[in-house]
């Protein structure tokens, strides 16, 4: 595969995750409660898929360098989304809406560079 067609195999990955972060965001602030686990582990799989052909598209190719930015707040996005599964989610505490709209709001950052790239 070529540069382009691995970003954009990323981006369709990331969205994906966005999706299903939005879904969660919209239970936890809706319902007051948790998503439920599979939708939050479901979220995590895809965003680490996406996120490793990124890594790896950048390790091993030439890519602009919004999406090597993009790479990096990605992997603080997935940091932070790592402790608010093992440190809140799984004890069965509830995610604090502030951290949660920080990972959100990073994630997003990354999403917008990586789009910016691949356009």
């Known amino acids: 595969m070529d ?5 954009f195999s990323a981006c369709v990955l990331l969205g994906l995750a966005a999706a299903g972060g939005i879904v969660m965001a919209l239970l936890r602030v809706g319902a007051r409660t948790n998503p439920p686990h599979w939708i939050a582990l479901l979220h995590g799989f895809i965003a680490a ?38 440190a809140r989610h799984q004890k ?3 995610i604090p809406n502030s951290i949660m709209l920080v990972h959100a709001a990073v994630a997003l950052a990354g999403f917008a560079l990586l789009l910016l790239a691949v356009l």
Do not use: K, M, R, S
């Open 49 to 86: 898929a996406g996120l490793t052909l990124l890594a790896y598209v950048t390790i091993f190719a030439h890519v602009p360098d919004l999406a090597e930015i993009g790479l990096l707040a990605f992997v603080l996005a997935a940091a932070g989304g790592v402790w608010l599964n093992l």
């Open 3 to 7: 540069t382009q067609t691995i970003l």
């Open 92 to 94: 069965g505490q509830l």
